[in-house]
């Protein structure tokens, strides 16, 4: 067994049955990043000695008896996710130094499911990007062409997973930040409903946009993942009271009879061919299965991005408040007086898309502006939602594009944000409704680059998503595809 | 146009942002753009549409009102970029 190929449940079977440690099994993978971070920049920190003394632990309680999916099996965080005792940057030279002082519930979960984390992953700066391109770490690469992004935000995330840097990570999607850069690597991601992850320790972008979710090969590997990421947590008072859920066990459900939408404003100008005819191709697979194909209309979608460019710079001008030269680590030297010296730290400390966030949010909040842009986009938001609504009591899932193009270059959008924020064209209405959505690997294009095929759902159906995508994962093998990783020492 | 320089200025000091004069301009043609962008929902229709905060319409939740208060001062404080006697240092305000 190629151990950098293996599913979850592979690994989970060779550590049972002794075939290798969780020893082993980190030392592998840190030996896989020690060669190809370089190159690929996926990792922000990595903690290898915490990473050994977790799989030490990790044979101890495998030797003990003890069956978890996950238990002694490697991963790593993206760095948005609050580690006690190690560093967390959310990529920002505002946080360059921070040392968490308390674990998020993620991490927490996933550590007391016994996984080992090896590290910390690249991001764009506070979530805030679409290519990776704004992390103050530098950006991350498209494992499958170097010169190409991987996407954003979770990129770090994606590009590990791609790479067989790690088996599974963690991601944060505001606006497509899981989905959009599994569908640009060729990884599996699912954004779950919001309110089914916690968001404790999870560092805010836009609260009510944020949740967290698993990267990994297959939707399987998501589903063990999210069962153990998800659940009611009091910490957090958006954590819904019905959080938890059973994933792994539906997975093989039929698809017989499945209401498949397939929304007409995805497939409109701005789409690349190759994208859409994979997507399309991916539509006949679900179909062979018996699932019935439906047009829909989801009218308000043009809308989603100027939408969430009001409230999500609204809700982070707001969070990120909090980063004034005072509490957090950065602070600008040789400062006149209190006001200069919060100034010059979010001058300094801050990256330009943040910065640029910040002041548009500042701006639609200011007096006399409110109404006109913050309240206008909350009602555009309702009609997005009330689209949704529409669809789903017609259909059970809805299938599209995740990305209107497969991966770009870097540096291609890097000096234009709209170009930038037009490449979650297809993802943020699902953030702005709150209602989970996944995205499966479902082609290659003629250049060799992954092609992502987006799963929504109605509100806490992630486990019927999984099921789909699993299904899929069955009869075609897009998920499999690795990219060629040229060797380090080369 | 929403964003000339002078806007620019007065949302740097509202967002507590030290923006140099050189890059105002181009900053300010940035802002402009996407506001050009958000302008277009001014289009949408939504009279009588209510506007939608939150996802979930969950109430909030309460906690049993028990002292939770487990003294993490020096945790919570080590990253701050400068402390005394668990107080954080800034430059002097009242002269």
Redesign the interface.
């Known amino acids: 067994m190629d151990l950098s190929e293996a599913s979850l449940r592979e690994l989970r079977d060779a550590l049972r049955s002794r075939r290798v440690s969780a020893q082993e099994l980190a030392r592998f993978y840190l030996d896989r990043v020690a060669a190809h971070n370089p190159a690929l920049n996926a990792f922000i920190t990595i903690t290898e000695a915490e990473a050994l003394a977790a799989a030490t632990a990790a044979d101890g309680r495998l030797a003990a008896g003890e069956e978890g999916a996950l238990l002694g099996i490697p991963m790593a965080h993206k760095d948005i996710f609050c580690t006690e005792g190690v560093r967390t940057t959310c990529a920002s030279r505002m946080l360059e130094?921070?040392?968490a002082?308390?674990n998020a519930t993620v991490v927490e979960r996933l550590q007391t499911a016994g996984m080992v984390m090896l590290g910390k992953l690249n991001m764009d700066e506070f979530a805030m990007g679409s290519s990776n391109e704004t992390s103050h770490f530098g950006a991350v690469r498209n494992p499958w062409d170097l010169q190409r992004v991987p996407g954003g935000s979770s990129g770090g995330s994606a590009a590990a997973v791609a790479a067989g840097l790690v088996p599974a990570a963690t991601g944060t999607d505001t606006g497509g930040s899981i989905r959009q850069p599994a569908a640009l690597c060729g990884v599996t991601g699912i954004k779950p409903t919001?309110?089914r992850v916690s968001r404790y320790g999870m560092i805010a972008f836009a609260s009510?946009l944020d949740q967290g979710g698993p990267l990994a090969k297959t939707a399987e590997d998501c589903a063990l993942l999210l069962e153990a990421m998800a659940g009611h947590d009091?910490r957090d008072?958006?954590s819904?009271?019905e959080a938890a859920g059973v994933f792994a066990s539906t997975l093989d459900a039929p698809l017989q009879g499945l209401r498949v939408g397939v929304p007409e404003e995805f497939f409109g100008a701005g789409l690349d061919p190759e994208v859409a005819a994979a997507v399309e191709a991916g539509i006949r697979v679900l179909a062979a299965q018996g699932a019935v194909i439906k047009p829909i209309h989801l009218p308000?979608n043009a809308?989603a991005?100027?939408?969430y460019?009001?409230l999500a710079p609204a809700e982070a001008?707001s969070n990120l408040?909090r980063f004034?030269?005072?509490?957090?680590?950065?602070?600008a030297a040789g400062?006149?007086?209190?006001?200069?010296?919060?100034?010059?730290s979010?001058?300094e400390g801050?990256g330009a898309e943040v910065?640029?966030r910040?002041?548009?949010g500042?701006?639609?909040l200011?007096a006399g502006y409110y109404d006109?842009?913050y309240?206008?986009?909350?009602?555009?938001?309702?009609?997005i939602?009330e689209d949704f609504r529409r669809a789903f009591a017609q259909v059970d899932v809805i299938v599209g594009p995740t990305t209107p193009t497969a991966a770009f270059a870097l540096g291609d959008k890097a000096q234009d944000?709209?170009a930038m924020?037009l490449a979650d064209i297809y993802t943020i209405a699902v953030n702005?409704?709150?209602?989970p959505a996944m995205s499966i690997p479902c082609g290659l294009t003629a250049g060799g680059l992954p092609i992502g095929m987006q799963l929504m759902g109605n509100y806490f159906t992630d486990g019927l998503l999984l099921n789909v995508a699993h299904r899929f994962q069955q009869e075609t093998d897009w998920h499999r595809q690795r990219p060629a990783l040229a060797s380090a020492k080369e | 146009m929403a964003f000339d320089a002078e806007a620019v200025i007065r949302t740097a000091h509202l967002a507590r942002i030290s923006l140099p004069t050189a890059e105002v301009p181009a900053v300010a043609e940035q802002l402009e753009r996407i506001m050009e962008m958000v302008e277009a929902l001014r289009n949408v229709p939504t009279g009588g549409v209510g506007g939608m905060a939150h996802p979930l319409d969950l109430e909030q939740p309460l906690r049993p009102d028990i002292a939770q208060n487990p003294d993490r001062r020096e945790a919570l404080m080590q990253n701050a970029p400068a402390v005394r006697d668990g107080l954080f240092l800034v430059p002097k305000v009242i002269e």
Not at chain 1, 336 to 343: G, K, N, P, S, W
Not at chain 1, 432 to 435: E, H, R
């Open positions: 130094q921070f040392t002082p308390y919001y309110g009510s009091p008072a958006t819904h009271p308000n809308h991005v100027s939408t460019y009001v001008s408040a004034d030269g005072v509490r957090y680590t950065y602070r400062v006149e007086d209190l006001t200069d010296l919060y100034q010059r979010r001058y801050f910065r640029r910040i002041l548009i500042t701006y639609v200011s006109a842009y309240l206008k986009a909350q009602q555009v938001r309702s009609l939602r944000p709209v924020y702005l409704a709150g209602i």
